[in-house]
């Protein structure tokens, strides 16, 4: 049985220059030569490649796309490419990616560290986001998936952390065309310090690294990899494994900056391995008052400003059930999550130290039952698991996200379908239906 696929390394953006990797499945080919034909968007004639397949690798190197143009948030470009097989078998797969470079940079504006796209500081506004719905489970349609980006844009945000696993392979694709940043990372929540250092251990967390680059790679929305979620990164043990799994990222040439949500914070012994620090904490809520989330915040964030990194606050929040307004302002009430909410976001936007914020969470999702769980559900949500606005959480930040993009909320994009045509290579791409802005 004989395929390929591949993915498109960019080496360098402003230059459209790519690499193409192409994995070719077939052990007969592990050390022949094959020849490729390659096409960018659509081109009938393309170029044809012989190259060496070395362990079932064969690269392509230094191709320029023709015509090519940057993809950014504000202008999502995408191109596509068709790769056939054309000599020892026969195969051909078409890719959709973008060009775009992510860096870590200094604001030439303010002085503070930023994650960059295309060397712009990016301020990065939105929430950390479960696969979940009760109606559909884990897997949701289409259509959910682009209710809640349009909920996202109407929210004025630009950025959700994809939590605690790869998501639907859908909304990245979804994210691509309308310029919504992506932070993703991989299965292993809340491991102890034995289980870190297991070498065992360490060894499947780098394979399931490699799955969720293999299915990513070529999403341009992604621009964040992530390991490890409030891991035991306080223990120097622990670090041989969070250094491995950084230096893979950075093997595998994701284009990308590598990160981690720790709950660990200014006590984590392993923060030189990660290209943005991102803490998780919960002032207002886990402990102290409203009043004490400006001060939490800014010193974390002056704390990493010391290691020259940018800094994301990668989860706070408050929970309220869905509909309990109290004037008292109590535990539990939209009112008092509103509180907790605007201070979060009123520091956010209005401090440069800080590169964004992903709070927790996106919607309501279920979890175990328990005294700290009403209703078994994790009610942090700005919407309920239905995806109804909790009202005055959801103004709230609607207004401190659409104070820092002024156009976001106003510029709400409707994606609808199209029926795919003959020879159509962008639904050929995706293997489905096609989206169009």
Not at 73 to 96: C, E, K, T, W, Y
Not at 187 to 211: C, F, K, V
Not at 295 to 300: A, D, M, N, P, V
Request: proline residues 4%; glycine residues 8%; aromatic residues 8%.
């Amino acid at each position: 049985m004989f395929g390929i696929h591949f993915s498109v390394v960019i080496r360098k953006a402003k230059e459209g220059m790519v690499d193409l990797r192409i994995r070719v499945h077939g052990s007969e080919l592990t050390s022949a030569k094959e020849t490729f034909a390659v096409a960018f968007d659509g081109d009938t004639q393309g170029q044809v490649y012989s190259e060496v397949v070395m362990n079932g690798i064969a690269v392509i190197t230094e191709v320029t796309v023709p015509n090519h143009k940057l993809w950014s948030p504000q202008m999502p470009q995408l191109h596509l490419v068709q790769i056939s097989a054309i000599s020892g078998f026969n195969d051909s797969v078409v890719v959709r990616f973008g060009i775009r470079e992510v860096s870590s940079c200094k604001d030439s504006k303010t002085g503070s560290m930023a994650v960059c796209v295309n060397e712009q500081p990016i301020k990065l506004l939105g929430f950390s986001k479960h696969d979940m719905h009760p109606a559909f489970g884990i897997s949701l349609p289409d259509q959910q998936l682009i209710q809640d980006i349009q909920l996202l844009k109407q929210l004025g945000g630009n950025y959700y952390r994809l939590v605690h696993y790869p998501h639907n392979p859908h909304l990245l694709d979804m994210c691509d065309k309308l310029g919504i940043l992506l932070w993703q990372e991989t299965l292993g929540w809340g491991l102890s310090e034995s289980m870190i250092a297991n070498p065992t251990i360490r060894t499947q967390l780098l394979h399931d690294l490699g799955e969720m680059v293999n299915n990513t790679f070529n999403h341009p929305s992604v621009i964040i990899w992530a390991f490890l979620n409030e891991g035991a990164s306080d223990h120097t043990d622990s670090c041989e494994t969070y250094k491995a799994l950084s230096n893979r990222y950075k093997e595998l040439n994701v284009n990308g900056l590598v990160s981690w949500a720790s709950n660990r914070k200014t006590n984590d012994k392993c923060l030189e391995a990660a290209e943005v620090v991102s803490f998780n904490s919960y002032p207002g809520w886990y402990g102290g008052s409203v009043n004490d989330i400006p001060s939490t915040i800014l010193g974390e964030a002056e704390f990493v400003a010391q290691l020259g990194k940018p800094f994301i606050k990668s989860e706070i929040g408050a929970g309220a059930i869905p509909g309990w307004q109290d004037p008292m302002n109590g535990f539990w009430t939209e009112n008092y999550q509103s509180l907790v909410l605007g201070a979060v976001t009123k520091t956010v936007v209005s401090n440069s130290t800080i590169t964004g914020v992903s709070l927790w969470q996106f919607c309501d999702t279920r979890t175990k039952p328990g005294i700290e769980r009403p209703r078994a559900f994790n009610n942090k949500g700005i919407l309920d698991e239905h995806r109804r606005p909790k009202q005055t959480s959801f103004l709230i930040v609607q207004m401190a996200y659409t104070s820092f993009n002024h156009t976001a909320a106003s510029s709400v994009t409707q994606l609808t379908y199209r029926t795919p045509q003959n020879n159509d290579l962008e639904a050929e791409s995706r293997k489905t239906l096609v989206w169009t802005v």
